[in-house]
């Protein structure tokens, strides 16, 4: 479990470092401003204590120190803009960054639909939550990460010039912090890995209770959700609660030790100046060192105090690239073999099964099937029907041989015709022309076609009315057929079916078996997973995929 | 403008009221350690002054008053994160319950129509953009209001005008927040809209990769998802670009504050009004002010965003609240009772279409009726009207059964769509978790033909199944929903296309026996199979084309 755990959190920096490598330039930019940030303080802050020094202790007349006044207007103008530049460059990273890793993103669930992942409706949300979270990482962490050593450097630089005793004790106080903060930030950011995955797993637990409602209203089952939903609230709760006991620690510890390192400053400077102290250059302060280091103590913390606010954006950011990224599974090699076949046969398979789970495997009859023909996928429910279409549709890894005439090999040539077929919460001519458009005139030819004429003349606003999530507002045949509307429509060579007609009357059904066979006599192939008994009477091949074969 | 705010807002901020004593301990606790990080500042600044310039003054007093303050800080800031922290998430547990609890109260036709992805940003994104109602927005103000008072009360026993550029540069600041806060409103709609139509097309687009991956439209569909996603981003740029100009403003009135209390504070010691010490207390408490004044404007950029996500949750309020009254389901009268229903002149509208057109037909106990015709929704729409989930105001005609009974009580339905929950078989059997014996489930699961199945699986009843469990085909998956059905036991079963994906043999086999089985039960089929088709052995009633 650790082992997996540190596994899970290599691959998450590693995203996060190649995604940081794209954006480097405009970080190197955004740097620089940050230290020019740090000088001006540093100039503006000695400005004040000269001030200080030549007004109060050796009683200069106020309006006769141009230098020093000049300085310090000079010096606030640039503390003031240099952050402003600085955000420019912060932008344009973050923007290069989050975009890149959604293409990352798609590439990768593209990936996985070939290896025969089911990708989720809820996945979608990765593109949302994760992703946001990455924007603070390069916002803010990433330069952050670099003026936390530098910034602090040159005040303390500063403050040695002024008064060694200062300087060690800033030198001290400043590497002990982020070590005592490291300790205990590493427990934050695992926790903050697991607050992530809390994150979208709240999120699911939404979406399943959300797509089922009907089913938790028809059986009265609105109190066992509710306490599901409340009782993932409450972990999302706690452990968002731990993640930031922890956290908020690491960052008290930092306010206690700079607080304390402002007092020790103050009381060594006000006792030295007493003259309690004479050691290592107490006797040399005056008013103006001592105000200056006084005053250049908390700006040596600030960007520790900066970085440790960020440092929770990295354990977000952690957090989400372990969503984002995703350890590459070796890659079955099920490349279709792919033929020069002179011969009008189109698709063949010797050999072929599927392991589904270790001890699970479904084996496949020898098949060979031609150009034009009807060949019909039967067996009983749940003995590798669907399955084997995915094989088909390049979704699963096989073993054995699977051959493709070139001609249909390149991808544009199938048009699939899917079980629960996907719509859109948008109007009906959208939904048809989801993978291609087609015209008006088109569409309503094949709906005649299909028998969905009396549904056209009922719809209030025609091909323009809108349905709802998941083709909500027809009816479940209707739905079908809109989508084999669109198979047809498409023109394409291939068709692959799931149990095309599955739950329709049987005027429609006849329509739809009378329409595949005309279309086999146009020259297209169709390949059909069903248990309709006339849809195999009019197929020119039947493939007997026998539940008895595979260990179901 | 403001009252529209208000309005939206008051809900949350009387939530707030039953935490009284977690939220006073939280302003103060946030108070104080703006307080002590000003009074570390600056006594430290009015000691060392005067370590430098005074002779004889009493070291101890500021000497422990600054070690004080070091720790105060530290302790007060820590207690405060947490506690504030604490806070809004029990707000927000409270609040996606009760936003749950209205959804559930949706009419069921309205539920079927659901856009789903609508639904979970607003339960998940929203509730957490009110967080900054809170932390970002009430807390800040509050505690830079109260300390400027503080420090405008300290500053006037030694320089008016002191106090009055501190005004000034207060209301500069707050004023420069507000106009930020007003310039985010309308982009954060815009920007709240985008994220909708971006977690759509996500979510769509994950449903469907399978689709899209065979079609070879995953290119141009990750295109336009892309697109999308860059609107969004441009929309969030525009934010923060009103932010950064509203921070740069911010800064330099705070630090022109800054100055001019050093300018004023040098002049008063020129005329021998103050101390030196004072001179440096005052221009260090004005430096400490200026960190919380720069402040303001981020936390206030978020103003919108909140906004916006109130106003999207009142809606999801309304929406549920406007459902009116949806019958209870309490429990039946008895597994054993026999009910006839009889439909007379039945007409149903639905979307300005008349779906069911008198019709008049008498369901009796112990038949199966089996419900056929053109695809079409008025067969769903019969299964709805009967359950009594149909709006009545577009029903009319007689529903009478006998004994006279409600019969959403009495029935039970088997959804045409198969929904089924991330969750174990046996909570898929059972989601309403009633106590049931573990016979009974493998009884309904032999009645449909899974027990072999079920059986089979690893954690047998616990299996996890669903789009993160094991799967099962489509045709397993309806005869569990169906199993489910069963498990409920009511006098009246109307099944809507109980038998997709599942071969005839099968079909036959399983009607066979639930039917016999399961004698006293008035059976109501929506099915486009012909009943012919299955010669099943089974009582048969009244049947209907519609």
Same mark, same amino acid.
């Given at each position: ?16 470092? @190649? ?18 940030? =740090?000088?001006? !303080? ?19 007349? *106020? ?12 010096? =606030? ?29 798609? @590439? ?67 590497? +002990? !912090? ?83 390192? !402002?007092?020790? +400053? ?6 030295? *100046? ?60 099920? #490349? ?17 099964? +599927? ?52 001609? *249909? ?80 429509? #498409? ?16 005027? #429609? ?24 008994? @006339? *849809? ?6 039947? +493939? ?9 | ?18 935490? %009284? ?13 703006? &307080? ?39 302790? $007060? ?23 749950? %609890? ?193 402040? &303001? ?13 109130? %106003? $999207? ?37 639905? /979307? ?94 032999? /009645? ?22 094991? /799967? ?47 004698? /006293? ?26």
């Amino acid at each position: 479990m650790s082992v997996k755990l540190s596994r899970e959190l290599e691959a998450a920096s590693l995203y996060l470092k @190649k995604l940081a490598a794209e954006v480097k330039r405009p970080i190197q930019w955004a740097f620089l401003f940050g230290l020019l940030k =740090t000088v001006a !303080i540093i100039v503006q802050l000695g400005c004040i204590a000269a001030l200080a020094q030549l007004v109060l202790a050796e009683s200069q007349p *106020l309006l006769s120190l141009q230098a020093a006044g000049g300085g310090l207007i000079v010096s =606030t103008f640039f503390r003031v803009s240099a952050p402003y530049w600085q955000q420019g460059f912060l932008q344009q990273a973050t923007l290069q960054a989050t975009q890149t890793a959604r293409k990352q993103l798609l @590439k990768r669930w593209q990936r996985q639909t070939a290896q025969g992942v089911t990708i989720s409706a809820a996945e979608g949300a990765l593109q949302l939550e994760p992703i946001e979270a990455l924007k603070s990482y390069f916002n803010r962490y990433l330069v952050q990460q670099y003026l936390v050593v530098f910034s602090p450097f040159l005040i303390l630089v500063t403050c040695f010039y002024i008064n060694p005793v200062v300087g060690v004790l800033l030198l001290l106080s400043g590497p +002990v !912090i982020p070590l005592f903060m490291a300790l205990v930030g590493i427990g934050a950011e695992r926790l903050s890995q697991k607050h992530a995955q809390q994150t979208h797993a709240l999120s699911r637990v939404f979406t399943d209770k959300l797509r089922n409602l009907a089913t938790i209203q028809l059986f009265g089952a609105g109190d066992a959700a509710l306490s599901d939903v409340a009782a993932a609230g409450e972990e999302y709760r706690q452990a968002t609660m731990s993640t930031l006991k922890i956290a908020f620690l690491s960052s008290a510890v930092l306010e206690f030790f700079s607080s304390v390192a !402002i007092a020790g +400053v103050a009381l060594y400077v006000g006792f030295g *100046l007493l003259g309690y102290i004479e050691w290592f250059g107490a006797d040399e302060l005056t008013l103006f060192s001592g105000l200056f280091v006084l005053l250049l103590a908390p700006e040596y913390f600030s960007p520790l105090r900066q970085f440790a606010q960020s440092y929770h954006d990295r354990a977000a950011a952690i957090g989400a690239a372990s969503l984002l990224s995703e350890q590459q599974k070796d890659a079955e090699d099920s #490349s279709k073999q792919k033929t020069e076949n002179p011969s009008n046969e189109l698709i063949s398979w010797q050999n072929l099964s +599927v392991t589904l789970t270790p001890g699970l495997v479904i084996s496949y009859p020898d098949t060979l099937i031609y150009e034009g023909t009807l060949t019909v996928i039967s067996g009983s429910s749940g003995s590798g029907k669907s399955t084997l279409i995915r094989i088909l549709l390049g979704q699963t890894p096989y073993s054995g041989t699977l051959k493709l005439n070139t001609t *249909l090999a390149s991808g544009g040539e199938v048009a699939y015709f899917a079980q629960q077929p996907f719509l859109t919460a948008s109007s009906v001519r959208d939904n048809v022309n989801l993978y291609e458009r087609h015209s008006d005139a088109e569409i309503i030819k094949i709906f005649r076609q299909l028998n969905l004429g009396p549904l056209l003349e009922q719809l209030p606003q025609g091909l323009d009315t809108q349905l709802g999530e998941k083709g909500a507002g027809l009816s479940g045949g209707e739905r079908r057929r809109v989508a084999l509307a669109r198979c047809i429509l #498409s023109g394409r060579r291939l068709i692959i079916a799931d149990e095309p007609t599955e739950n329709l009357d049987e005027v #429609s059904a006849n329509a739809i078996r009378n329409n595949l066979k005309r279309l086999t006599e146009r020259g297209v192939t169709v390949i059909a997973a069903s248990h309709d008994p @006339k *849809l195999k009477q009019i197929a020119d091949q039947s +493939v007997l995929v026998d539940s008895a074969r595979g260990q179901l | 403008m403001k009252s529209g705010d208000w309005r939206l807002l008051k809900p949350w901020l009387k939530q707030l009221g039953s935490y %009284r004593v977690q939220l006073i301990l939280g302003i103060a606790l946030a108070l104080a350690t703006a &307080l002590f990080g000003v009074g570390l500042l600056s006594l430290s600044g009015w000691f060392i002054t005067a370590s430098a310039l005074y002779i004889g003054f009493d070291i101890y007093t500021p000497g422990g008053g600054i070690r004080f303050f070091a720790i105060a800080r530290t302790v $007060s800031r820590y207690l405060e994160r947490l506690l504030n922290h604490d806070l809004v998430l029990k707000l927000q547990a409270h609040w996606r319950v009760a936003l749950f %609890r209205l959804l559930q109260k949706t009419p069921l036709h309205k539920t079927l129509t659901f856009r789903v992805s609508d639904t979970v940003q607003q339960l998940t994104r929203n509730l957490s953009a009110m967080d900054n109602l809170f932390i970002r927005l009430v807390i800040p103000a509050l505690t830079f209001v109260l300390a400027t008072m503080l420090l405008f009360v300290f500053w006037w026993f030694y320089n008016a005008w002191l106090s009055l550029v501190l005004v000034l540069g207060a209301t500069g600041t707050v004023y420069c927040s507000w106009k930020l806060a007003v310039k985010t409103r309308l982009l954060a709609v815009k920007s709240l809209r985008q994220q909708k139509r971006l977690r759509d097309s996500a979510m769509n687009f994950t449903d469907s990769i399978t689709e899209l991956s065979a079609w070879g439209c995953y290119d141009e569909q990750s295109e336009r998802l892309l697109k999308r996603s860059q609107k969004l981003e441009q929309f969030e740029l525009a934010q923060l670009r009103h932010q950064q100009k509203a921070q740069r403003i911010t800064e330099t009135i705070a630090q022109a504050v800054s100055l001019l209390v050093l300018m004023l504070a040098f002049m008063q010691f020129e005329q021998g009004q103050i101390g030196a010490a004072a001179v440096v207390m005052l221009t260090l408490s004005a430096l400490a002010w200026q960190e919380l004044a720069s402040e &303001l404007p981020m936390q206030w950029a978020g103003y919108g965003n909140t906004l916006a996500a109130a %106003r $999207s949750l009142l809606a999801t309020q309304s929406a549920g609240e406007s459902g009116g009254a949806l019958p209870a389901v309490t429990n039946s009268s008895g597994n054993n009772t026999a009910i006839t229903i009889k439909l007379n002149n039945l007409m149903v509208w639905r /979307q300005g279409r008349p779906i069911i057109d008198k019709l008049s037909v008498s369901f009796k106990p112990g038949c199966v009726h089996w419900i056929e015709g053109a695809s079409g929704i008025g067969k769903s729409t019969l299964a709805e009207v009967l359950m009594g989930f149909y709006p009545a105001d577009f029903i009319q005609g007689e529903i009478t059964t006998q004994p006279k009974t409600d019969l959403i009580n009495e029935a039970s339905y088997l959804t045409q769509e198969t929904e089924i929950f991330d969750a174990s078989v046996r909570d898929n059997l059972n989601p309403k978790r009633l106590p049931v014996a573990e016979n009974r489930y493998w009884q309904v699961l032999e /009645q449909v033909n899974l027990d072999k199945k079920i059986a089979s699986l690893n954690d047998k009843l616990s299996t996890l199944i669903g789009s993160h469990g094991t /799967q099962l085909s489509g045709g397993q998956l309806r005869r569990l929903a169906l199993a489910r059905v069963l498990l409920q036991d009511k006098p009246v079963v109307i099944l809507d296309e109980p038998f997709a994906g599942i071969e005839r043999a099968l079909v036959k086999n399983i009607l066979e026996r639930m039917v016999s089985q399961l004698p /006293q039960k008035t059976w109501i089929i929506i099915s486009h199979v012909n009943m012919e088709d299955i010669c099943a052995d089974i009582p048969q009633g009244q049947s209907i084309i519609l």
